[in-house]
């Protein structure tokens, strides 16, 4: 009798939880049917003014197809910079940005940051767990539960409900969307200076520890894989600024040896940006960013041999230099956290420094777009079958 009322029990769950999951258009019970993702519709127009101008800038700025990180962020903190603005606190920010830069093995961004972490005051030993890869279990639940967001994103690509429900809890809605904003941000900028191997200036620390040796092609003055540039007038709502960047040194130095999506669309044909686009996608494990943006690729001419290399990791093998060179380059910046020396040479002579800066740009918008995808659950349209 008792096992009886058991299973009988465990049948009642099931079926209930399989009428939500119909009732709910077949998606799961904490995805709305009208976003097709874990936070409600909010159009544009809605939104308050300075959410909706960073909308429209980031959607006019975009490669391949449209985006859903930006009406996303609709939801976020109507403020010009999450780091140092956010409702969440300056420490939480940082964790957020430091379980990032653990997650990718980028030094240059968690040596860095661990410095701000320590004036904002967050604690060294949370600092810590997140650089040893330790349980979090000794942690109060803020910090633990971004920590566990950030691993699991970076990890899984996805985020379990379980974890996404507690971070809710914890968090709140808006400060959720601020702190995977935050990652997603910073998953962009760790592929900035992971294809360009930022490394740190003489006379300051490295403090991550790394799986890896950095390769050494490096410039002495610039510290990258590019030539210094003069100095010119730090902008003081880019990620990083100038208290805390060694001068002529990261991202933001990276990017100004590029010309932009304009100047990359008049210098390489669409197909090429769309593989850039896909293959990123693939490393991240992106459903959604993968379909939509595979099926613009067919009509941009990439060749079906070539998506089915990227789809299916096989080998570059016959393909063009062109082709093979873009996809190593891309397969060891998201599987490996770091581009061989080699492969940098070879992408580099097949691009141009300029086009290469601006083919990562368009990497790292579709690495941080498969954070907020990730971290919300976005599904497919409906009737789009995945591909």
């Not at 874990?38 to 809605?46: G, M, Q, S, V, Y």
């Amino acid at each position: 009798m008792k096992r009886f009322i058991i299973l009988a029990a465990s049948a009642i769950t099931v079926f209930a939880a399989s009428r939500a999951f119909a009732q709910n258009n077949g998606l799961p019970s904490d995805v709305s049917p009208d976003s097709r993702n874990r936070l409600p519709l909010l159009k544009p127009e809605n939104a308050p003014e300075r959410a909706r101008l960073t909308y429209d800038r980031a959607m006019a700025n975009f490669a391949g197809a449209q985006p859903k990180g930006p009406s996303m962020r609709l939801h976020a903190s109507p403020v010009t910079n999450l780091q140092m603005q956010s409702p969440v606190g300056l420490g939480l920010a940082q964790v957020a940005i430091l379980i990032t830069g653990r997650e990718h093995d980028q030094p240059y961004e968690w040596s860095l940051h661990e410095l701000q972490a320590l004036s904002v005051s967050l604690d060294p030993s949370v600092i810590d767990v997140i650089r040893r890869n330790q349980p979090t279990s000794k942690l109060g639940d803020k910090e633990a539960v971004i920590i566990q967001v950030g691993r699991e994103i970076f990890r899984t690509h996805k985020l379990g409900s379980d974890t996404y429900a507690r971070a809710l809890g914890i968090l709140g809605s808006t400060n959720l969307v601020d702190v995977v904003s935050l990652m997603a941000d910073y998953a962009g900028v760790c592929a900035t200076l992971t294809a360009f191997n930022q490394q740190m200036p003489p006379g300051f620390k490295q403090f991550l520890p790394l799986p890896f040796t950095p390769p050494d092609d490096i410039h002495p003055d610039s510290r990258n894989r590019l030539p210094l540039l003069p100095p010119v007038p730090y902008n003081p709502t880019v990620l990083y600024t100038r208290p805390m960047v060694p001068e002529g040194t990261g991202p933001v130095q990276i990017r100004r040896h590029g010309g932009g999506l304009k100047s990359l669309q008049a210098s390489v044909a669409r197909r090429d940006i769309d593989l850039a686009i896909l293959v990123t996608a693939r490393e991240h494990d992106s459903q959604y960013d993968w379909t939509m943006n595979e099926l613009e690729a067919g009509k941009d001419g990439l060749e079906p041999s070539v998506i089915d290399v990227v789809s299916r990791h096989k080998p570059t093998t016959g393909l063009t230099e062109k082709d093979a060179s873009l996809i190593e380059f891309a397969r060891e910046l998201f599987s490996k956290h770091v581009v061989a020396a080699t492969t940098y040479a070879r992408a580099v002579k097949v691009f141009g420094e300029r086009d290469l800066v601006d083919l990562v740009a368009v990497m790292g918008q579709h690495a941080s777009e498969a954070t907020m995808l990730a971290a919300f659950d976005q599904h497919l349209p409906v009737g789009q079958a995945p591909r």
